[in-house]
């Protein structure tokens, strides 16, 4: 191999390698990540389009989620994820508390969920979607979130997903204007769904991973994702219980005289 010298004669150090570009530490893809989560939930928001909007941002979470765990595994992809949901619900609060008529017809039933959530914060009655009022509705967003992620790579679990936030967002951001009270924000961030969805959110990411690696092995999840499936498990289970014991409390401490 050729060695270049400097002018002294002394043999010139090899250059150091060029870093690798990771688009999974690039600001510059999470602000992508953003962008098409004001586009897939915005547009269809406004134009009260309630099977148009959870389609698209089922299809946005999924490929970006992907394209993270190809390109950077499971801690980037968990993130991904994370960065669309929250930016998610915190859009589709604030619209539907600017906006709550275009919203509400953006939302399956949002009439009778709106009517529902305000009758459950000065009634106590049953919220509408909950477990005790719709306990099959929830056993079939489970499986739903399971056996959709595991088989269409996380499109169909995806979609279950985002309505369960679109659901919870369109509760605070009705809620919060609905009573005019300054806590009703924390009622409506009811801490029982919260988990729920952060533990369908784990299972997402999971689960997307055996058709978009080709790796159907269970043992190679057990031992290197044990933990993600544990705090996932926990927070879906934890939540369902605190579902049944937990909103009567919650909503004697917060909802509005």
Do not use: C
Not at 150 to 178: D, I
Not at 245 to 250: D, E, I, R, V
């Amino acid at each position: 191999m050729e060695q270049y010298t400097n002018h002294h004669g002394q043999p010139t150090p090899p250059a150091p390698p060029a870093p690798v570009y990771d688009l999974t530490r690039d600001p510059l893809f999470y602000g992508t990540v953003v962008f098409f989560v004001l586009l897939t939930t915005a547009v269809p928001a406004l134009m009260g389009q309630p099977n148009f909007m959870p389609v698209v941002q089922a299809l946005g979470l999924t490929v970006f989620t992907a394209i993270a765990m190809r390109r950077g595994g499971i801690d980037p992809a968990l993130r991904v994820a994370a960065v669309w949901l929250v930016a998610q619900g915190l859009l589709l609060i604030l619209l539907t508390w600017l906006l709550p008529t275009q919203i509400e017809k953006a939302i399956h039933d949002g009439f009778l969920v709106r009517t529902g959530l305000v009758e459950w914060a000065y009634t106590g009655s049953p919220a509408p979607g909950s477990l005790l009022a719709a306990p099959l509705a929830r056993l079939g967003e489970i499986v739903g979130i399971v056996l959709g992620s595991l088989a269409t790579v996380g499109l169909a679990g995806g979609w279950f997903l985002v309505k369960g936030v679109n659901l919870l967002a369109f509760g605070v951001g009705t809620l919060w204007r609905e009573t005019d009270a300054p806590l009703s924000i924390l009622l409506g961030l009811a801490p029982w769904r919260l988990a729920q969805l952060a533990g369908y959110g784990g299972i997402f990411v999971l689960l997307i991973q055996p058709l978009l690696l080709n790796n159907w092995n269970p043992a190679h999840y057990l031992s290197t994702q044990r933990r993600l499936i544990l705090v996932s498990l926990a927070l879906v289970v934890g939540g369902l219980i605190a579902e049944l014991f937990l909103p009567g409390l919650w909503r004697a401490a917060l909802a509005p005289s």
